[in-house]
């Protein structure tokens, strides 16, 4: 470390962010490598070393002797200003040395709030923001992760895209860099290739127009190279895919500090409202005896005494039943604990509960989403009432007195009355624990509603709705806190300034990219946190660029509109999801995909495999 660094280091609140050198990092020597990869997170230390897709991806790419990829994280504020006060260029923790000099920069994008610090990372690596800009083979600025679903906000700043996931595509990607390096190829010629991969997207080579109502009117390509659609990758067989057996062990907490084990991608419920149910199809589901080969090695090589099984819905893995006997013959005797996130109300059973039970005993969390049976329904819940009280009184039996419960506002054909219907069902389930004559003696209990607002998302049966506007928004949760008179139940709501904004960069199309730049040249970053978040910048912002935010916020958009991410192909077809936006406004529920499958067309991407299905 040179002295400068030392120095600025000294001076910041959690130097251990930007040190390295924990336990299982990668080091390789540089000089035998052909391609340098900076991994970079587009938030905190803590936040990014929590992501399982960073360190598989980290895993995959540095398993190829000729790649050498080191992470990066955005710098917090305190080190950004002494950053750009003592003249430190953006670095890989592994090496040190600047990312300027690696061959590609690569940002995961999680969130849309996250989009300014990439450029600001850009910035602080001495890289031009804009891809035109930027004339040389290298670095090649590639996005990935679920928000690139619609990159388009993000496009001018982008070479190439990465669609879908990425553990087998960024391999023939650093592949191709490699041979394009030696050969002296001009980054025009490399894009040109990469284009003809699948998984990649080239946005400099598509052409977007609009209609004089400022819809999109054509996104057309101006390049031989470039599909019309360019469809998502995914990796077909999920029970061999790559995955680390061993994670880098953090200097500090972090905010998952724990191991991971992937137990299937996709989701077989297709709630109405959910992105990731949609954009990570088809289901794909690993043996339960890889999981627990997998799990064994991990926390042998961290030393980590808890385990997260980790899905968008844990207790719908049907191999459940195998893995935690297994897993729990030598987890019991190493003290090692199990975590169980994302369980389902209508799945969550006496026995699940027992085994969960011998392993932790913290709070529970569960999603009914909705405060009414008729929105639960409209939004494809499949949740009743019945299971909803059921999950909770076999909790509160089993010792539980804690319960979370997650809900939202603003969801399409809501009323006031499914507004109220939260505090309702907050309130009958505080009464169900007082009417239990088993319950736990000389406790009470606690139910903590969280409330977030519906944010229209590309991909799912709701792309077409507005979100609330903030004054309607504001309304509801006045409404909803003045009806709460419980002492046992807390209420908690999301930012009604950031979810707005979120629908905006969620839904926008390439007019949005010079907002964004605008907003971060003013000082907008870390919008996901409330210490930095600055919703008046960001208004100038689009008052300056002349773009309104509402036109991508709280208008509902008609079934024939071309939408900016049109030309994306992520396996479900528009068809389908327009099906189910019609059934939102009958009340109409679909079948899990188990009970039934309803045709969104992901299976094609597997070769007309889904393990939903089977």
């Known amino acids: 470390m040179d002295k400068k660094l030392e120095k600025a280091l000294s001076l910041v609140q959690k130097p251990a962010r930007y040190t390295g050198g924990e336990l299982n990092s990668i080091i390789k ?17 803590e936040v990014g070393m929590s992501h399982l897709g960073g360190k598989i991806l980290y895993g995959v790419l540095n398993s190829l002797d000729y790649v050498w990829c080191e992470r990066v994280y955005a710098p917090w504020i305190d080190f950004e200003e002494q950053m750009r006060y003592k003249d430190i260029s953006l670095y890989g923790l592994e090496s040190g040395d600047d990312i300027a000099k690696f061959d590609f920069i690569g940002f995961t994008l999680m969130y849309e709030m996250s ?87 080239v946005p400099s080579f598509y052409e977007v127009s609009y209609n004089e109502d400022n819809t999109v009117k054509a ?51 297709g709630c109405r409202f959910c992105q990731a149910g949609f954009i990570y199809r088809p289901v794909r589901e690993r043996s339960h005896e890889t999981l627990n080969r997998q799990a064994a090695a991990l926390c042998e090589s961290t030393g980590y005494d ?106 399409p054909t809501e009323t006031m009355e499914d507004v109220e219907g939260i505090a309702d069902l907050a309130q009958r389930v505080v ?8 319950r736990p003696k000389g406790k009470s209990v606690n139910v903590s509603v969280s409330v977030a607002t519906f944010v229209p998302k590309p991909f799912t049966p709701f792309q077409w709705e507005p979100q609330d506007n903030l004054e309607t928004v504001v309304e509801k949760h006045n409404r909803l806190r003045s009806i709460i008179r419980s002492r046992k139940i807390n209420l908690s709501y999301h930012d009604d300034h950031t979810s707005f904004l979120e629908a905006v960069l969620a839904c926008g199309d390439r007019r949005l990219a010079d907002v964004i730049e ?17 919703f008046e910048k960001w208004m100038a912002a689009f008052e300056k660029c002349g773009v309104d935010p509402a036109f991508y916020a709280n208008r509902k958009r008609s079934y024939d509109e071309v939408m900016p991410w049109d030309h994306i192909d992520y396996g479900v077809n528009k068809e389908f999801l327009l099906r189910e936006n019609k059934k939102a406004y009958t009340d109409e529920t679909s079948p899990n995909c188990r009970e039934g499958c309803c045709g969104c067309g992901a299976s094609r991407l597997t070769g007309g495999e889904c393990d939903a299905c089977d």
């Open 518 to 534: 605008t907003a971060w040249r003013s000082g907008c970053r870390f919008d996901s946190w409330d210490e930095c978040f600055n």
């Open 431 to 438: 009464d169900a624990f007082y009417s239990m004559p088993e």
């Open 115 to 201: 989009y300014t610090n990439v450029l600001n990372m850009l910035d602080l690596a001495g890289v031009p923001v804009r891809s035109a800009d930027r004339t040389e083979l290298s670095p090649i600025v590639i996005l990935g992760g679920a928000c690139t679903c619609n990159p388009e906000p993000l496009t001018p700043f982008a070479d190439i895209i990465c669609l879908g996931e990425g553990e087998e595509v960024l391999c023939e990607v650093t592949d191709l860099y490699r041979q394009c390096k030696v050969k002296k190829c001009l980054k025009q010629e490399f894009l040109n290739k990469a284009a003809q991969i699948k998984g990649i997207y």
């Open 219 to 269: 996104v057309t390509p101006n390049n031989e190279n470039a599909p019309e659609t360019v469809q998502k990758r995914v990796v077909k067989d999920f029970d061999k895919s790559y995955f680390p057996e061993t994670f880098i062990v953090p200097f500090l907490d972090v905010v998952h500090d724990r191991a991971i084990l992937e137990l299937f991608r996709g989701c077989v419920r």
């Open 29 to 45: 020597d540089k000089h035998s490598v052909d391609v340098r990869f900076a991994f970079c997170f587009p938030d905190t230390y």
């Open 306 to 411: 808890e385990i997260s099984l980790s899905s968008l819905s844990t207790s719908d893995y049907r191999g459940l039943p195998e893995l935690l006997p297994e897993m729990m013959e030598w987890t019991e005797k190493g003290g090692v604990s199990l975590s169980l996130p994302s369980l389902r109300v209508d799945n969550f059973s006496r026995s699940l509960m027992e085994k969960i039970q011998s392993v932790r005993k913290s709070g529970l969390t569960f999603a009914p989403e909705a405060g009414t049976q008729r929105l639960r329904d409209a939004i494809n819940k499949n949740v009743s009432e019945e299971e909803i009280f059921k999950t909770c009184r076999l909790a509160f039996e089993g010792g539980w007195t804690s319960v979370k419960l997650y809900f939202m506002l603003g969801l």
